[in-house]
């Protein structure tokens, strides 16, 4: 099993969703989540102020999956996410040891 974590741009959400369930993904979470990368961040002025804002809004997206279904499902993620400017956004992928479903403890790809 793997583990997908996407964090793209929250005007992207939508659209990634909809392919995500589009290619046949169940379940995932969502969370709202900040950070930066190459953006770094701005400099705004609020009622005379200026402060810089360096931890940009993001959406991160989890998801756990049979490992034949990966190359699909990062595919899927990458095309409907891409607005080819920077901060689109990142991938990443790591491995699940076991799953376990709370309700009625299945175990491995049942609990999926």
Partial sequence: ???IEAI????KLEEVKEALKAA???GMTISEVHGHGRQKGHTETYRGSEYKIDLRPKIKIELVLLEADLDRVVGVIMESARSGKIGDGKIFVSTIDEAYRIR???TGTGAL
Avoid at 8 to 11: C, D, E, F, T
């Fill in 8 to 11: 793209i741009q929250p005007h």
């Fill in 24 to 26: 046949g993904v169940d």
């Fill in 104 to 106: 009625n403890g299945e």
């Fill in 1 to 3: 099993m793997k583990k």
